[in-house]
């Protein structure tokens, strides 16, 4: 697997309820042999995974009673998922990784396929990289948003003297991306994973931007524009 080709051939592909987003973290408990093996392999080697958003099914294998090693039919997950590299893996027993990832770069499933014990594996294009662009004035309530929430967040944590609590946002902060920023806060509402796909999967930085600013402004917490 050649990560500097704009195409990947048989990426194990995880498909979770949840939407990761370029430049988010994601910390994920392993336990199922599928997964065991596969995030093994991709750590010892040092590539990646696909993670994509389910848009039918579950996250756990369930086993068809008449298909001996094949999940149930009827999983089905979205074509538009992002590069997981693994920064973080813990071994705290047998049979059960820790770890953490951070999302990298889009890609766009061509093809997949289960295998026989329910791994999935597609032959992905990578997509573009979220293009620099500056945060307009008129959505500069977003960054502002953003800057006021996480640093809220971060009193109230310290506040409470839980320690190994994980801070809202991680360096490099880019407030002044529009990529970034919608990113951190598409992370951040409460939407469900249908919506986060749709915000994830568009090309626009600034137009991802833009309907963040609405949704903010439906939900009470910025000045609709």
Known sequence: ??????TLVQLPLFPLNTVLFPGGWLPLQIFEVRYLDMVARCHRRGEP?????LSRGSEVRRPAPDRDGETAPG???????????????RRPQPGLMIIRCLG???????????????????DVELLSEDTPVAVPPDLD??????????????????ASGETGVDL?????HRW?????????????LPLGPDAKQ???????????????????????LATPR
């Open 104 to 122: 990298t770069r889009r890609f766009r499933v061509q093809r997949s396929e289960q295998q026989r014990y329910g791994l999935w594996v597609g």
């Open 176 to 188: 002044d991306d529009c990529g970034w920023l919608a990113n951190r806060w598409c992370e951040m």
């Open 198 to 220: 749709r915000l994830m999967a568009l090309d626009s930085p600034l137009l991802r931007l833009e309907l963040v600013v609405d949704l903010l402004g439906q939900m009470g």
């Open 49 to 53: 995974f696909g993670v994509v958003a």
């Open 168 to 172: 809202p946002l991680h360096q490099p």
């Open 141 to 158: 309530q977003a960054r502002v948003g953003l800057q006021d929430l996480a640093r809220n967040i971060e009193h109230s944590i310290c």
């Open 75 to 89: 999983d089905a997950f979205f074509p538009v998922g992002t590069l997981a590299r693994i920064e973080e893996l």
């Open 1 to 6: 697997m050649d990560s500097s080709s704009s």
